[in-house]
């Protein structure tokens, strides 16, 4: 009696016989943790310097464009139909296979799985060989072409590094290349990296408490401070070039070879490493 009144006021009543929602599935990806690769500090010497002719564009191999390109008449024929089902209270109640068992089954019975698998042969060559790599020895362009220390030199070229602080001020890469073993040990290395970068850091840092007085003087005086050569990024970089000469004087006197451009000298775009010529191959586009 009461049931009968409720449902004449417009209230709705659950009773035992409704069947329970089926469970939500678990979305796995947003689970998934991701780790972050660490950069290398150490680039080798690849054993093959041939120059790479692979595209940079990623290409789905042999298997996969054949399995793509099979014709029709080549597929295995349709199994017959099964039974049908249809679905009823106790099929939504039941419950379902893990999301993990479904991705694994899914990814064994993949038709293409050397669409989404890494390529073997890529891993070889992440860095081909040619004017991209630590290790390459360029054409030394900061003596003329015609003097024998063109022929006689190369330079290895340490790129930026965008990562730390953009392009607010120079950085750059902290990465050894193996190539200058024989002339420049991977200590001393870091070393000359970390005083280049610290430099660079003092003398450019726009959020230093020296770039900003420097700009409140050079307004009040109507850049007259900025022509003088007294601010911090002028007596930075003439900091910075000195350490740099002193640190070339120091190896010239042990009779060491391994020398250092001055940075003004390529645009603040690398730093730039003379050594004797290693007698590596180069690419025909270098020459």
Not at 215 to 243: H, Y
Request: aromatic share 6%; charged share 25%.
């Amino acid at each position: 009696m009461a049931t009968t009144a409720t449902r004449l006021a417009g209230m709705d009543i659950s009773t035992s016989s409704t069947p329970a929602p089926p469970p939500i599935p678990t979305d796995l990806e947003s689970q998934t943790t991701h780790n972050v690769t660490q950069r290398p500090s150490r680039s080798s010497l690849p054993l093959d310097r041939r120059p790479s002719r692979k595209s940079i564009h990623s290409q789905r191999s042999r298997a996969s464009l054949a399995a793509h390109a099979a014709p029709d008449r080549d597929l295995p024929p349709l199994p017959p139909p099964g039974p049908q089902y249809s679905i009823t209270t106790s099929s939504l109640q039941a419950p379902s296979s893990s999301p993990t068992q479904d991705t694994a089954t899914q990814a064994y019975h993949s038709p293409f799985p050397d669409d989404d698998g890494p390529d073997p042969d890529t891993d070889a060559e992440d860095i081909p060989w040619g004017p991209t790599h630590p290790c390459f020895p360029h054409p030394n362009p900061h003596v003329a072409r015609d003097s024998e220390a063109y022929a006689s030199t190369r330079v290895i070229r340490i790129q930026r590094d965008y990562l730390v602080a953009g392009d607010a001020y120079p950085q750059f890469q902290n990465v050894y290349p193996e190539i200058l073993a024989e002339w420049i040990s991977e200590d001393e290395f870091r070393v000359v990296i970390e005083g280049v970068n610290t430099r660079c850091k003092t003398a450019f840092d726009p959020e230093g408490a020296r770039a900003k007085v420097d700009a409140l003087l050079g307004v009040l005086t109507g850049f007259v401070w900025d022509d003088l050569g007294v601010t911090g990024v002028k007596r930075g970089v003439k900091g910075l070039e000195a350490w740099m000469e002193r640190w070339n004087a120091e190896r010239e006197g042990r009779g060491e070879e391994g020398r250092l451009v001055p940075l003004r000298t390529t645009g603040w775009l690398n730093l730039d490493v003379v050594i004797p010529d290693p007698g590596i191959d180069v690419v025909e586009e270098e020459r």
